[in-house]
């Protein structure tokens, strides 16, 4: 007979999967009041005091919970919170990612206070993802309490505070910690009613498209101007060429800005362009064509800059395997788990860039994020940490 390797996944019967689902319905009060004070600690990205209060906050709680709690500093943004939690296995850690950061400005709760209603918790951040925290402290909560008081396996956790603005401050700690994990778990909120977590992610790209032309009177020297902004214009019927829905390209010209007076035939124009795409060889595709852009009037000269900064999230068959086993579980706890491919980014883009297995979108059920009906489903807060908790230990 074979000795299970003290690395070997948990084996949990059927009858424990509902015994630990019913631990945490028992609690689902407290998992809702858990999420409802990180809600009412506002922690917009360009806040450094306020994001920080929170990353407090949670370095707190984390703490009590047996993890050492780590500040990355960084001067214009939030500190990035590490958590670090030994196991009792040898194993790698199984990365838990999420972030600190929310869209609202601060003050938000004066106007949108976090409330209850409908069967549902509104509130800034309450989706997106304040929700997924909470997930990650009940979890290992639990798992403490099943193990006697030891976690199965090590755990990282990252909290940072500028996903919502791009994660540049971020980015290489993430990346690193990453690369030093068997799994990356992220509780970003969940894809639509059913909760499905996201299998594949686009990967974002902002490019600048500048025009320079020739500045002339309008009505004294009309034919002595090169307009900057006809060139640009012809650019952008071009440009619109380049999505492919079918292969999952998108190119929006987002922002326009040109001229300066209505007399004056314009010497400058430029345009931001939001780029998306499912394959990464298709982002180098979509770059190569727009460096290849001439202009039309030769009199004009055309810059380009910017490129793809946040890979896609591919479905590959480690992605895949990974979203096999949280259904399964899924499906031992009662419910059918779906997938679901985004057009929307996360730091799972990064993780899952490196080759690291990453499941994204095990955070709360919901829907609003970044609107004034941000809101979590409630009856779903027990076995969205119940998979958390059972994933983390199996994984």
């Not at 829907?367 to 809101?375: I, L, R």
Request: glycine content about 10%; charged content about 25%.
């Amino acid at each position: 007979m074979r000795v299970k390797a003290k690395s070997d996944p948990v084996k949990i019967t059927a009858p424990e999967f509902k015994s630990r689902l019913r631990y945490f319905e028992e609690r689902r009060e407290q998992i809702v009041q858990t999420i409802r004070q990180l809600v009412e600690v506002e922690s917009p990205s360009d806040n450094k005091a306020a994001v920080d209060r929170l990353g407090s906050l949670l370095a707190g709680r984390f703490e009590g919970l047996g993890g050492h709690a780590k500040f990355h500093r960084t001067a214009e943004f939030g500190d990035h919170l590490q958590v670090d939690f030994p196991g009792k296995s040898g194993s790698k850690p199984v990365m838990l990612l999420g972030h600190l950061d929310t869209v609202y400005p601060l003050g938000t709760l004066k106007t949108m206070p976090a409330r209850i209603a409908d069967e549902r918790l509104y509130g800034p951040g309450s989706f997106d993802m304040k929700s997924g925290i909470a997930f990650m402290l009940h979890a290992i909560q639990a798992l403490r309490e099943w193990n006697a008081d030891e976690l199965p396996r090590p755990i990282t956790i990252l909290l940072v505070s500028d996903e919502e603005i791009g994660s540049d401050s971020s980015r290489q700690i993430t990346e690193s910690l990453a690369k030093k994990s068997a799994t990356v778990l992220v509780l970003e909120p969940s894809y639509g009613p059913k909760g499905a977590v996201k299998t594949a992610r686009k990967g974002v790209g902002e490019y600048v498209l500048k025009v320079k032309g020739k500045a002339a009177h309008s009505g004294l020297d009309f034919e002595k101007g090169e307009s900057a902004i006809v060139e640009l214009s012809r650019q952008v019927l071009q440009l619109s060429k380049l999505t492919d829905l079918k292969r999952g390209i998108t190119l929006n010209v987002g922002t326009i800005e040109g001229g300066t007076r209505s007399n004056v035939v314009p010497a400058e124009a430029s345009a931001v362009l939001d780029a998306r795409v499912m394959r990464m060889k298709d982002a180098a595709v979509l770059d190569r064509k727009l460096r290849s852009f001439k202009p039309f009037n030769r009199k004009c000269k055309l810059e380009i800059s910017g490129g793809v900064n946040r890979p896609p999230l591919e479905r590959t068959p480690m992605v895949a395997g990974l979203y096999k086993k949280a259904s399964d579980i899924a499906k031992q706890l009662g419910w059918k788990l779906e997938e679901a491919a985004v057009g929307g980014g996360s730091d799972g883009n990064l993780t899952a860039a490196l080759g690291i297995p990453t499941l994204d979108g095990l955070g709360g059920v919901g829907e609003g994020a970044h609107a004034t009906h941000e809101s979590v489903v409630i009856s779903e807060l027990p076995r969205r940490t119940a998979l958390i908790a059972q994933l983390i230990e199996t994984v």
